[in-house]
Nanobody, 127 residues
Framework: QVQVVESGGGLVQASTSLRLSCAASGSTFSRYVMGWFRQAPGKEREFLAA????????YYANSVKGRFTISRDNAENTVYLQMNSLKPEDTAVYYCAAELSPYSDTYYDTSLSYHYWGQGTQVTVSS
């Protein structure tokens, strides 16, 4: 069973960048599809990006496509979310999620598809 821990959140100004990290432990990281989600106050959890086990396939929500980039380093058991051109509406708690997959090039884009979640890291974007 994998454990995941997010880091890298903070308070930033609009139009700047931030990189979130998610460190995994407890299981073979390369067996897991990884995803990033966020939840703003009063809103439902929102899918942002996913990456396949191999890292060769990525998928993004329209709301972040072109601004956010997901990547992974299987040697370091870490997945990243590079966030550029941040906007105040990006303010939320950001969550990393993991799910076992038998396929190397698949991804999942719904929260129900993921069984393993981190505690989240707060990102606040000021205008």
């Amino acid at each position: 069973q994998v454990q995941v821990v997010e880091s890298g959140g903070g308070l930033v100004q609009a139009s700047t960048s931030l990189r979130l990290s998610c460190a995994a432990s407890g299981s073979t990281f390369s067996r897991y599809v990884m995803g990033w989600f966020r939840q703003a106050p009063g809103k439902e959890r929102e899918f942002l990006a996913a990456i396949s086990r191999s890292g060769s396939v990525t998928y993004y929500a329209n709301s972040v496509k072109g601004r956010f980039t997901i990547s992974r380093d299987n040697a370091e058991n870490t997945v990243y979310l590079q966030m550029n051109s941040l906007k105040p509406e990006d303010t939320a708690v950001y969550y990393c999620a993991a799910e076992l997959s038998p396929y190397s090039d698949t991804y999942y884009d719904t929260s129900l598809s993921y069984h393993y979640w981190g505690q989240g890291t707060q990102v606040t974007v000021s205008s």
